[in-house]
């Protein structure tokens, strides 16, 4: 059964840093595509990063571009999620998650870290 498990989430000024991580377990295959999703209390559900695995292919959504970076460290099965530049409106539970099938389709979640971004 494929495990997914946040770390790095924490409170931290406008303009600061934080690095999230994901350790994933149980894959017996490599995924399409892992990625990050945030949510926001009252907002919708937002995807704010994605990695394509066979060619580390990254989107972003418009509101983090420039400022995070996604990136996996295969060896380590460990997915990343650098935020720089970091403003208020990013405070949200942030989830990882993998695809379990042939498509970028998100079919595994980890459990959310909470990321808070004090003005």
């Known amino acids: 059964q494929v495990q997914l498990v946040e770390s790095g989430g924490g409170s931290v000024q406008a303009g600061g840093s934080l690095r999230l991580s994901c350790v994933s377990s149980?894959?017996?295959?490599?995924?399409?595509?892992m990625g990050w999703v945030r949510q926001a209390p009252g907002k919708e559900r937002e995807g704010v990063a994605s990695?394509?695995?066979?060619?580390?292919?990254?989107y972003y959504a418009d509101s983090v571009k420039g400022r995070f970076t996604i990136s996996r460290d295969n060896g380590k099965n460990t997915l990343y999620l650098q935020m720089n530049s970091l403003k208020p409106e990013d405070t949200a539970m942030y989830y990882c998650?993998?695809?379990?099938?042939?498509?970028?389709?998100?079919?595994?979640w980890g459990q959310g870290t909470q990321v808070t971004v004090s003005s």
């Open positions: 990695i394509y695995i066979s060619d580390s292919r990254t």
């Open positions: 998650a993998g695809s379990n099938g042939g498509a970028c389709s998100y079919g595994y």
């Open positions: 149980g894959y017996t295959y490599s995924p399409f595509c």
